[in-house]
């Protein structure tokens, strides 16, 4: 409550965009569950599609609880203003759709969200916008990627599921020097780690079903502009184009928000826990966690994040067959799609997430075929060592290989 932008993260997840309720007094923003907004009189209605009148007209364009959902993400974002949309994907989308055109190019990471890169190459491409992914863990090969007519540097960092960290900064000096706009799907970290507005980005997006709700139990996604003309223009897009969000959805995403540092702190300690475990146990090939020193980008990771975040993956020896049999045996982690909740969900990219992909783009993408992803949630780590223990020595039975 009160000016909140002088205040740490962890302060703002409590107090961004939440005020007690001016007819009330209600403490908790309330749920303004309404399709439309009376007008005194005729006059007024006027003003306020002019704009020359304060107050709210029709949901889609504008509701009180979706506002102060913007208001929290925008200030957590440090960006001119947010739209809150009814999926990650909807947000995506009206990134797309309001910065491309007809000829127009875009660069992007290759292990992007499956749906993030594959509306790209087919939906897109048959309104004649092309775009060229590259592994954007090197600046370079997006520098090389780009074209006159780029319009757009859209980078996931740490990306789903290969947990590759691109540098945002680098990535921003080439958008600019080339008159192009560099948007981050940030979800993978959630703005408690790491601020791609202070590295420069344009635009800002997460699908709010992960982290930023994080009780896997609702939908949503949400954009951040830097800039209040390229808000005003994204505004108009997602509003014409009707992807909004509802007013009882923002109410339960700013309710998860509220416990964002709460439940990232504890999430990210089992993350660092379970990472090194899984890297000393002879049972597993290989680990990806950006808080590793083995992960090929940890030094920038240390840098531009807060914290390395509670996704990782790896590979279980032997491949899928033994892979297969460990996710199917976890009886505590869940055998389940999405991230980012209070509960541990492990699955399997390569015939899941990522599974429309053909498999030639998958794999040059890193998503290989023995890739299992675990999004660490806040139960006992103890529990979930022992959850892990038990299901791989399940696939240890059924390993091609011998288990050392
Ligand atoms: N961006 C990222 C990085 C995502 O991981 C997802 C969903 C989206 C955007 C789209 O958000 P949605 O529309 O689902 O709210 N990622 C998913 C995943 O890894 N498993 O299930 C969904």
Excluded at 54 to 61: E, H, N, S
Excluded at 153 to 179: F, K, Q
Excluded at 349 to 377: F, N, Q
């Amino acid at each position: 409550m009160g000016d909140t932008k002088q205040h740490h993260p962890s302060t703002l997840v409590i107090h961004a965009g939440q005020h007690a309720d001016p007819h009330t007094g209600a403490v908790s923003v309330p749920i303004y569950q309404s399709s439309t907004f009376a007008f005194r009189s005729a006059d007024e209605g006027a003003g306020r599609f002019l704009g020359t009148e304060p107050g709210y007209i029709y949901t889609r364009l504008g509701n009180p609880t979706i506002a102060a959902l913007e208001t929290s993400v925008a200030e957590l974002e440090r960006g001119a203003g947010a739209l809150a949309a009814a999926t990650g994907m909807a947000a995506v989308q009206t990134v797309y759709f309001a910065l491309l055109g007809q000829g127009a190019h875009v660069v992007a990471t290759d292990a992007l969200y499956g749906p993030s890169r594959l509306v790209l190459e087919t939906e897109y491409r048959r309104y004649g916008v092309t775009a060229t992914f590259v592994d954007s863990t090197d600046p370079e090969n997006v520098a090389r990627a780009m074209r006159p007519e780029t319009r757009l540097v859209y980078v996931e960092s740490p990306a789903n599921p290969t947990m590759a960290v691109s540098d945002l900064a680098a990535c921003a000096t080439i958008a600019h020097d080339r008159g192009a706009l560099l948007c981050v799907d940030n979800t993978f970290a959630s703005p408690l780690l790491q601020r791609p507005r202070d590295l420069g980005a344009h635009v800002v997006l997460h699908s709010l079903t992960k982290f930023l709700n994080g009780h896997s139990d609702v939908v949503g996604g949400i954009v951040v502009a830097r800039d209040p003309e390229l808000f005003a223009r994204l505004r108009k897009v997602h509003r014409n184009m009707g992807g909004t969000m509802d007013p009882h959805q923002a109410w339960l995403v700013l309710r998860g928000i509220k416990s964002l540092a709460l439940r990232v702190d504890r999430a990210q300690a089992n993350a660092r826990k379970i990472a090194a475990w899984l890297e000393a146990d002879p049972r597993i090939a290989w680990v990806r966690y950006p808080g590793l020193a083995s992960h090929p980008q940890h030094e920038l990771a240390s840098r531009q994040m807060d914290g390395p975040g509670a996704v990782l993956s790896f590979g279980v020896r032997g491949g899928f067959a033994p892979a297969k049999t460990m996710i199917e045996s976890c009886r505590l982690a869940t055998l389940a799609v999405s991230l980012g909740g209070i509960e541990t969900l492990i699955e399997h990219p390569a015939s899941m997430t990522h599974s429309a992909l053909p498999r030639a783009e998958r794999e040059a993408a890193g998503i290989t075929d023995d890739l299992v992803r675990l999004a660490v949630g806040c139960e006992d780590e103890r529990d979930l060592l022992a959850d892990l223990d038990q299901a791989l020595a399940r696939a240890a039975e059924v390993a091609a290989v011998p288990v050392p």
